[in-house]
């Protein structure tokens, strides 16, 4: 059987507007996409203010936005990171604050839960067990008919090992042993960033996971200080049709840029669909087509190397103001999503998009 395909915002940065996710949900709806799932790295009150209150404001803009998934006919989800909940005993005091959040999604009528540990201190002793007390206890709980944990280690990568300390010895073999059977397990590959997925390696993590692993695709997306410089737009390349089968899930992370994000959604589609047949640069050319309209397709094509291979610490101001006249030609089209995608990209070569290191380390 295979994966379902759909949507997890879930990067670093600017966050997309509550009309932008709207808008997401009818697009994916049309062109095959099974589920969104909210799960920004900004919002605080799903990452390191969850001991908070949560917002009824926050509560309420959730609720409808769940009521514009379930009515459009694909599945809402929601990412929490319950912060280094690990690091201090889970004991009542902890569980009702985390009861609380519980009682939050159960009300919004989340249908996928991620409980996400990624991005947090590793090396401790009994880091598994702390973990899987945790999303176990959470797990039956939940009414999501779907939970998807991300631990800590949620990629062969050796960089999480530098950012967070050596990963314990079994650490992903007791996850999969121990943690409820009916959730899945986030994995991004062999990097953070893969790109490309081999039989081997997936078949490989289902081994040690002890089932199919939800793969958390970080390409498009482009939010820490080094990669939000480029706009990630060529077509996907390195999945092949196959690899569904593989999968118990495939969520993509966007870009911040919400519109030129569903290029690269529409080649994955593309890719999936025409297997052997799959052609990266002509999937481009069709998808930007559909997203806005083919005289943009063709101008973000000749640009991609700029984007994508310069990006904005190599284009020279000149180079800049060229490209922002170039795009600001269709900022009144009223075709699909052409004005928008022109505006994310001269907002970007505007510098809107910046992630500074101060605010990635302290979301």
């Not at 605080?44 to 917002?55: D, I, N």
């Not at 694909?74 to 609380?100: D, M, R, T, W």
């Not at 081999?198 to 939010?223: A, C, M, Q």
Request: aromatic fraction near 12%; include cysteine; charged fraction near 25%.
């Amino acid at each position: 059987m295979n994966a379902q395909i759909g949507v997890i915002e879930g990067f670093y940065g600017e966050q997309w507007s509550w009309g932008e996710r709207v808008d997401y949900t009818i697009f994916l709806r049309k062109h095959g996409f099974a589920f969104y799932i909210y799960a920004p790295k900004a919002d605080g009150y799903l990452r390191k203010k969850w001991r908070e209150p949560f917002p009824k404001s926050l509560e309420e803009k959730l609720t409808k936005l769940a009521g514009h998934c379930h009515s459009v006919g694909i599945e809402f989800g929601i990412g929490f990171s319950p912060y280094e909940i690990y690091l201090s005993a889970f004991n009542l005091q902890v569980k009702n604050l985390l009861q609380q959040r519980l009682d939050v999604f159960n009300r919004i009528g989340v249908d996928k839960l991620g409980i996400l540990m990624d991005d947090m201190k590793g090396d401790l002793p009994g880091l598994a067990e702390r973990q899987l007390e945790v999303v176990n206890w959470m797990a039956a709980r939940s009414s999501a008919r779907q939970l998807v944990f991300c631990p800590t280690y949620y990629s062969s990568d050796p960089v999480l090992e530098k950012l967070f300390g050596k990963m314990p010895e079994g650490y992903l073999e007791k996850l999969g042993s121990e943690l409820d059977k009916k959730a899945s397990i986030f994995w991004t590959g062999e990097q953070v960033c893969s790109k490309s997925y081999t039989p081997e390696h997936l078949n490989g993590i289902s081994g040690k996971l002890g089932r199919k692993p939800f793969l958390w695709d970080n390409y498009p997306v482009n939010d820490g200080p080094r990669m939000c410089k480029f706009l990630h737009l060529r077509a996907v390349t390195g999945r092949p049709a196959g690899m569904r089968e593989l999968l118990s899930g495939h969520a993509v992370n966007p870009m911040n840029q919400a519109a030129l994000s569903k290029i690269v959604l529409l080649t994955l589609k593309a890719s999936f669909e025409k297997g052997p047949a799959y052609d990266s640069d002509k999937a481009f050319v069709k998808a930007a087509g559909i997203v806005a309209c083919h005289e943009l397709a063709l101008l973000l094509k000749r640009d991609l190397p700029a984007f994508m291979d310069k990006g904005l610490d190599v284009l020279t101001d000149e180079e800049k103001e060229s490209l922002k006249d170039d795009y600001s030609g269709f900022l009144e089209s009223h075709q699909n999503d052409t004005a928008q995608a022109a505006r994310e990209v001269i907002d970007w070569l505007s510098g809107r998009y910046n992630v500074t290191k101060d605010l990635f380390l302290t979301q």
